[in-house]
């Protein structure tokens, strides 16, 4: 079976920069995505790493290590609207490889 | 479309009536996702198309659940004899398939199914 573990909230100050963790178990890994929502909205997609390292865009970046299942999200220069939950993802490579989602993140912006 | 398209938006039922929610994908999506959430939560994978392959239905919660998609394009999902515990947001997504934009889900705006 396939399982993400993320941290379930996350406070942090505007200005400041957070890293969000998230390890994971799965057969077959295709890939992490990260994923945010705002409060009665849908997920958007933010960035997929399928290789180790660090994919940066913008203010946001994310980290893969392969060898320790692990990821990480890292937002800098924080904004209120960064106050939202923000889900890491799978795709899984058995059963046709469908994308399987972490608990979330709630992310805390204070100024 | 433009993007992936829901409705209802809302949906209030009667505990044990029947209702089906619909999916409109992007145009050239082949894979296609069902997926629900209760309030403050995560996203549970329910039901997963990709082209003409038979569906990953591994997430369907009980056979009270089931969902088709018609002609590669417009999917609908039907739950039945709804309970209580049914009531969640039902969020549709879709991607481009396995190549090229395979990990990148577009999502809709989502049903909320609320059952009395």
């Known amino acids: 079976g396939q399982s993400l573990e993320q941290p379930s909230e996350v406070t942090a100050v505007e200005g400041a920069i957070v890293q969000i963790n998230c390890t994971y178990q799965?057969?077959?890994?295709?890939?992490l995505s990260w994923y945010q929502q705002h409060d009665g909205g849908a997920p958007t997609f933010l960035s997929y790493n399928a290789l180790d390292g660090l994919e940066e865009t913008g203010r946001f970046s994310s980290f893969l290590s392969r060898s320790d299942s692990y990821g990480y999200l890292l937002l800098q220069e924080l904004q209120m609207k960064d106050s939202a939950s923000y889900f890491c993802a799978v795709r899984d490579g058995t059963g046709g490889f469908k994308t399987i989602f972490g608990a979330g993140t709630r992310l805390f912006v204070k100024a | 479309g433009a993007g992936v398209s829901q409705s209802p938006s809302n949906k209030v039922t009667e505990k044990g009536k029947d209702v089906e929610l619909r999916c409109d994908p992007i145009s050239g999506h082949t894979a296609l996702y069902w997926y629900r959430q209760s309030l403050g939560q995560g996203l549970e994978f329910l039901i997963y198309?990709?082209?003409?392959?038979?569906?990953?239905k591994s997430g369907l919660p009980s056979d009270r659940f089931s969902a088709e998609r018609t002609g590669g394009s417009v999917s609908t999902l039907t739950i039945q004899r709804t309970q209580q515990e049914d009531s969640a947001v039902y969020l549709c997504?879709?991607?481009?398939?396995?190549?090229?934009?395979?990990?990148?889900?577009?999502f809709g705006a989502g049903s909320r199914l609320t059952v009395l």
């Open positions: 997504a879709s991607s481009p398939g396995r190549r090229g934009g395979a990990n990148v889900l577009t």
């Open positions: 198309f990709q082209g003409n392959s038979a569906p990953d």
């Open positions: 799965t057969s077959g890994f295709y890939g």
